[in-house]
Protein backbone atom coordinates (compact mmCIF):
# COMPACT_ATOMS: atom_id res chain seq x y z
CA UNK A 1 0.00 0.00 0.00
CA UNK A 2 3.12 2.47 0.86
CA UNK A 3 6.18 2.51 -0.46
CA UNK A 4 9.92 4.51 0.86
CA UNK A 5 11.20 6.57 -2.25
CA UNK A 6 13.61 9.17 -2.29
CA UNK A 7 12.68 12.90 -0.30
CA UNK A 8 11.09 15.22 -2.72
CA UNK A 9 13.30 17.96 -4.15
CA UNK A 10 12.84 20.45 -1.28
CA UNK A 11 15.11 21.97 1.56
CA UNK A 12 13.14 23.36 4.53
CA UNK A 13 14.36 24.31 7.76
CA UNK A 14 12.66 25.46 10.95
CA UNK A 15 11.98 28.91 11.32
CA UNK A 16 13.78 29.58 7.59
CA UNK A 17 10.39 30.33 6.36
CA UNK A 18 9.18 32.74 8.51
CA UNK A 19 12.56 34.28 8.24
CA UNK A 20 12.27 34.54 4.76
CA UNK A 21 10.10 36.85 1.79
CA UNK A 22 6.61 35.87 2.86
CA UNK A 23 5.24 38.42 0.29
CA UNK A 24 6.27 35.90 -2.40
CA UNK A 25 2.97 33.77 -3.49
CA UNK A 26 2.04 31.04 -1.40
CA UNK A 27 3.77 31.50 1.71
CA UNK A 28 2.95 32.15 5.47
CA UNK A 29 3.96 32.41 9.07
CA UNK A 30 1.55 32.11 11.72
CA UNK A 31 3.26 32.21 15.66
CA UNK A 32 1.40 30.80 18.84
CA UNK A 33 1.95 31.95 22.38
CA UNK A 34 1.12 31.37 25.55
CA UNK A 35 -0.58 34.87 26.90
CA UNK A 36 -2.52 34.93 30.05
CA UNK A 37 -2.77 31.88 30.88
CA UNK A 38 -4.13 31.00 27.02
CA UNK A 39 -2.66 30.52 23.57
CA UNK A 40 -2.73 33.56 21.11
CA UNK A 41 -1.98 34.41 17.78
CA UNK A 42 0.88 37.08 18.00
CA UNK A 43 1.41 36.44 14.01
CA UNK A 44 0.09 35.61 10.94
CA UNK A 45 0.98 36.70 7.49
CA UNK A 46 0.02 34.76 4.29
CA UNK A 47 0.58 35.68 0.29
CA UNK A 48 -1.94 34.17 -2.13
CA UNK A 49 -2.86 31.68 -3.19
CA UNK A 50 -2.58 30.96 0.93
CA UNK A 51 -4.80 32.31 3.58
CA UNK A 52 -5.36 31.97 7.14
CA UNK A 53 -8.81 32.64 9.00
CA UNK A 54 -8.22 32.52 12.75
CA UNK A 55 -11.54 32.44 14.69
CA UNK A 56 -12.13 32.84 18.57
CA UNK A 57 -13.37 29.47 19.47
CA UNK A 58 -13.77 28.05 23.50
CA UNK A 59 -10.80 26.43 25.16
CA UNK A 60 -7.19 27.69 25.61
CA UNK A 61 -6.33 26.61 21.91
CA UNK A 62 -5.96 28.95 19.70
CA UNK A 63 -6.66 27.43 15.45
CA UNK A 64 -5.60 28.30 12.47
CA UNK A 65 -7.82 27.45 9.31
CA UNK A 66 -4.97 27.00 6.12
CA UNK A 67 -7.37 27.60 2.73
CA UNK A 68 -6.46 28.58 -0.40
CA UNK A 69 -7.70 30.77 -3.27
CA UNK A 70 -10.28 28.60 -5.45
CA UNK A 71 -10.25 25.80 -2.65
CA UNK A 72 -7.53 24.07 -4.46
CA UNK A 73 -3.70 23.85 -6.19
CA UNK A 74 -3.17 24.25 -9.68
CA UNK A 75 -0.02 23.36 -11.64
CA UNK A 76 2.36 25.28 -10.59
CA UNK A 77 1.54 26.74 -7.32
CA UNK A 78 3.76 25.65 -3.91
CA UNK A 79 2.53 26.50 -0.58
CA UNK A 80 5.48 26.94 1.95
CA UNK A 81 4.06 27.72 5.42
CA UNK A 82 5.77 27.92 8.82
CA UNK A 83 4.44 27.52 12.31
CA UNK A 84 5.86 28.62 15.85
CA UNK A 85 4.35 27.10 18.68
CA UNK A 86 5.61 28.81 21.84
CA UNK A 87 6.34 27.47 25.22
CA UNK A 88 3.24 26.05 26.78
CA UNK A 89 0.59 27.27 23.73
CA UNK A 90 -1.66 24.75 22.29
CA UNK A 91 -2.20 25.43 18.16
CA UNK A 92 -4.40 23.69 15.88
CA UNK A 93 -3.75 23.75 12.39
CA UNK A 94 -6.65 22.42 10.36
CA UNK A 95 -8.98 23.38 6.89
CA UNK A 96 -12.49 24.30 5.98
CA UNK A 97 -12.83 21.40 3.76
CA UNK A 98 -10.71 19.24 1.09
CA UNK A 99 -8.29 20.67 -0.70
CA UNK A 100 -8.20 19.60 -4.26
CA UNK A 101 -5.07 19.36 -6.32
CA UNK A 102 -5.97 20.03 -9.89
CA UNK A 103 -4.26 18.16 -13.06
CA UNK A 104 -0.93 18.78 -14.01
CA UNK A 105 0.09 20.96 -16.99
CA UNK A 106 3.23 19.58 -18.95
CA UNK A 107 4.70 17.63 -15.94
CA UNK A 108 4.29 20.60 -13.69
CA UNK A 109 2.18 19.69 -10.48
CA UNK A 110 1.78 21.57 -6.85
CA UNK A 111 3.59 21.51 -3.93
CA UNK A 112 2.58 22.13 0.03
CA UNK A 113 5.41 22.27 2.32
CA UNK A 114 4.89 23.07 6.14
CA UNK A 115 7.57 23.48 8.98
CA UNK A 116 6.49 23.65 12.60
CA UNK A 117 8.89 24.33 15.70
CA UNK A 118 7.56 23.93 19.35
CA UNK A 119 8.78 25.12 22.51
CA UNK A 120 8.35 23.52 25.52
CA UNK A 121 5.46 21.86 26.80
CA UNK A 122 3.98 23.20 23.89
CA UNK A 123 1.43 20.71 21.79
CA UNK A 124 0.53 20.86 17.91
CA UNK A 125 -2.74 20.27 16.42
CA UNK A 126 -2.29 19.38 12.59
CA UNK A 127 -6.02 17.73 11.42
CA UNK A 128 -6.85 18.83 8.00
CA UNK A 129 -9.41 17.59 5.66
CA UNK A 130 -8.53 14.66 3.27
CA UNK A 131 -6.40 15.78 -0.06
CA UNK A 132 -8.15 15.12 -2.95
CA UNK A 133 -5.83 14.72 -6.23
CA UNK A 134 -7.73 15.13 -9.54
CA UNK A 135 -7.57 12.62 -12.61
CA UNK A 136 -3.59 13.21 -14.18
CA UNK A 137 -2.42 15.24 -10.82
CA UNK A 138 1.38 15.36 -9.75
CA UNK A 139 1.61 16.67 -6.72
CA UNK A 140 4.81 17.17 -3.71
CA UNK A 141 4.93 17.23 0.08
CA UNK A 142 7.08 17.73 2.55
CA UNK A 143 6.12 18.21 6.52
CA UNK A 144 8.96 18.91 9.41
CA UNK A 145 8.16 19.05 13.01
CA UNK A 146 10.73 20.08 15.68
CA UNK A 147 10.04 19.13 19.08
CA UNK A 148 11.58 19.05 22.56
CA UNK A 149 11.31 16.67 25.23
CA UNK A 150 8.20 18.02 26.69
CA UNK A 151 6.47 18.79 23.77
CA UNK A 152 3.40 17.00 21.91
CA UNK A 153 2.55 16.68 18.28
CA UNK A 154 -0.83 15.20 17.13
CA UNK A 155 -0.15 14.91 13.11
CA UNK A 156 -3.21 13.68 10.64
CA UNK A 157 -1.81 12.92 7.04
CA UNK A 158 -4.88 11.68 4.61
CA UNK A 159 -5.82 12.04 1.29
CA UNK A 160 -8.45 10.35 -1.01
CA UNK A 161 -8.62 8.47 -4.35
CA UNK A 162 -10.18 11.48 -6.30
CA UNK A 163 -13.40 12.77 -7.48
CA UNK A 164 -14.94 9.29 -6.94
CA UNK A 165 -18.35 10.86 -7.28
CA UNK A 166 -17.11 12.09 -10.96
CA UNK A 167 -16.00 8.04 -11.59
CA UNK A 168 -12.18 8.76 -10.59
CA UNK A 169 -10.68 6.62 -8.62
CA UNK A 170 -6.37 6.38 -8.11
CA UNK A 171 -6.43 8.16 -11.47
CA UNK A 172 -3.54 10.92 -10.29
CA UNK A 173 -0.54 10.71 -11.82
CA UNK A 174 2.23 10.90 -8.84
CA UNK A 175 1.63 11.31 -5.19
CA UNK A 176 4.84 12.09 -3.17
CA UNK A 177 4.76 12.44 0.68
CA UNK A 178 7.74 12.87 3.46
CA UNK A 179 7.15 13.72 7.06
CA UNK A 180 9.54 13.84 9.89
CA UNK A 181 9.75 14.44 13.47
CA UNK A 182 12.82 15.16 15.35
CA UNK A 183 12.79 15.61 19.20
CA UNK A 184 15.52 17.51 20.93
CA UNK A 185 17.66 17.24 16.96
CA UNK A 186 17.23 13.65 17.22
CA UNK A 187 15.04 12.13 14.07
CA UNK A 188 12.72 10.03 15.39
CA UNK A 189 9.77 9.35 12.13
CA UNK A 190 10.98 9.25 8.62
CA UNK A 191 7.82 8.72 6.59
CA UNK A 192 7.16 8.34 3.19
CA UNK A 193 4.76 7.39 0.87
CA UNK A 194 4.66 7.34 -3.24
CA UNK A 195 1.48 6.07 -5.23
CA UNK A 196 1.87 6.48 -9.19
CA UNK A 197 -0.39 5.76 -11.67
CA UNK A 198 1.09 2.61 -12.89
CA UNK A 199 1.58 1.16 -9.44
CA UNK A 200 -1.95 1.86 -8.70
CA UNK A 201 -3.60 0.13 -11.82
CA UNK A 202 -5.25 -3.19 -12.30
CA UNK A 203 -3.25 -5.50 -9.72
CA UNK A 204 -0.02 -3.62 -9.42
CA UNK A 205 2.27 -3.75 -6.24
CA UNK A 206 0.58 -1.14 -4.60
CA UNK A 207 -3.54 -1.83 -5.81
CA UNK A 208 -5.72 -1.12 -3.13
CA UNK A 209 -8.69 -2.21 -4.64
CA UNK A 210 -12.08 -0.94 -3.64
CA UNK A 211 -10.43 0.99 -0.93
CA UNK A 212 -10.99 5.25 -1.33
CA UNK A 213 -9.22 7.00 1.85
CA UNK A 214 -5.44 6.14 3.10
CA UNK A 215 -5.03 7.75 6.45
CA UNK A 216 -1.53 8.42 8.77
CA UNK A 217 -2.05 9.11 12.13
CA UNK A 218 1.15 10.08 14.62
CA UNK A 219 0.49 11.42 18.01
CA UNK A 220 4.43 12.17 19.40
CA UNK A 221 5.06 13.23 22.99
CA UNK A 222 4.17 13.21 26.30
CA UNK A 223 0.78 14.67 25.69
CA UNK A 224 -0.50 11.97 23.76
CA UNK A 225 0.01 8.92 26.33
CA UNK A 226 -3.87 8.61 26.63
CA UNK A 227 -4.25 8.48 23.37
CA UNK A 228 -1.83 5.72 22.94
CA UNK A 229 -3.52 3.73 25.45
CA UNK A 230 -6.82 4.11 23.90
CA UNK A 231 -5.66 3.26 20.67
CA UNK A 232 -4.19 -0.26 22.25
CA UNK A 233 -7.04 -1.22 23.75
CA UNK A 234 -9.21 -0.04 20.09
CA UNK A 235 -6.61 -2.89 18.64
CA UNK A 236 -7.20 -5.29 20.92
CA UNK A 237 -10.87 -5.75 21.42
CA UNK A 238 -11.73 -5.65 17.69
CA UNK A 239 -10.67 -7.14 14.42
CA UNK A 240 -8.40 -4.36 12.67
CA UNK A 241 -9.52 -6.31 9.10
CA UNK A 242 -12.63 -5.15 8.86
CA UNK A 243 -12.71 -5.39 5.16
CA UNK A 244 -16.51 -4.06 3.71
CA UNK A 245 -15.20 -0.97 5.69
CA UNK A 246 -11.47 -0.33 6.70
CA UNK A 247 -8.12 -1.89 7.58
CA UNK A 248 -6.17 -0.81 9.73
CA UNK A 249 -2.60 -0.90 11.99
CA UNK A 250 -0.98 0.58 15.12
CA UNK A 251 2.62 0.73 16.16
CA UNK A 252 3.48 2.23 19.26
CA UNK A 253 6.73 3.48 19.75
CA UNK A 254 8.49 4.91 23.29
CA UNK A 255 7.92 8.33 21.40
CA UNK A 256 4.15 7.52 20.47
CA UNK A 257 3.00 5.61 17.86
CA UNK A 258 1.25 5.76 14.21
CA UNK A 259 -2.42 4.41 13.56
CA UNK A 260 -2.65 3.28 9.76
CA UNK A 261 -5.75 3.29 8.10
CA UNK A 262 -7.48 2.50 4.39
CA UNK A 263 -10.99 2.77 4.03
CA UNK A 264 -13.57 2.22 1.81
CA UNK A 265 -15.11 6.44 2.14
CA UNK A 266 -14.00 9.53 3.88
CA UNK A 267 -17.02 8.90 6.09
CA UNK A 268 -15.83 5.83 7.59
CA UNK A 269 -12.48 7.02 8.41
CA UNK A 270 -13.85 10.63 9.72
CA UNK A 271 -16.10 8.17 11.88
CA UNK A 272 -12.73 6.09 13.61
CA UNK A 273 -10.93 9.16 13.70
CA UNK A 274 -13.20 11.18 15.86
CA UNK A 275 -13.37 8.67 18.38
CA UNK A 276 -9.57 8.07 18.59
CA UNK A 277 -9.29 11.71 18.83
CA UNK A 278 -11.61 12.19 21.31
CA UNK A 279 -8.73 12.41 24.19
CA UNK A 280 -7.86 16.26 22.70
CA UNK A 281 -10.92 17.54 23.43
CA UNK A 282 -10.22 19.12 26.79
CA UNK A 283 -6.93 20.88 24.75
CA UNK A 284 -9.11 22.51 22.02
CA UNK A 285 -11.84 22.70 23.65
CA UNK A 286 -14.20 20.52 21.48
CA UNK A 287 -14.09 18.34 18.63
CA UNK A 288 -11.90 19.64 15.51
CA UNK A 289 -14.53 18.62 13.06
CA UNK A 290 -17.23 20.87 14.58
CA UNK A 291 -18.09 24.23 13.60
CA UNK A 292 -16.28 24.28 9.47
CA UNK A 293 -17.62 27.39 8.61
Known amino acids: MLSATAPPDHDSTPRALAEA ?7 GHVAFEHVAGKTAITRCRAAAPLKFLTPSRRGDAAWAYANTFGGGLV ?5 DLSLDVGDHATAVLTTQAST ?34 FADAIYRQTQRFELTSSSSL ?11 ASGESWEFADYRSLNTVHVDGREIVFDQTRLTADTLAGTGPMCVGPYQVVANL ?3 GPGVSEGIDQLEQWIDKRPIHDESRYLAGFSSADWGGVLRLIGRSTQT ?8 LYFTHPWI ?3 PWDRKW
Open 21 to 27: DLSKPGR
Open 75 to 79: AGDTI
Open 100 to 133: KVFHQQDGLGAQQHLTATLGEQAKLLVLPDPLTC
Open 154 to 164: VLLDWFTAGRS
Open 218 to 220: FLV
Open 269 to 276: LTGLLKQQ
Open 285 to 287: GGS
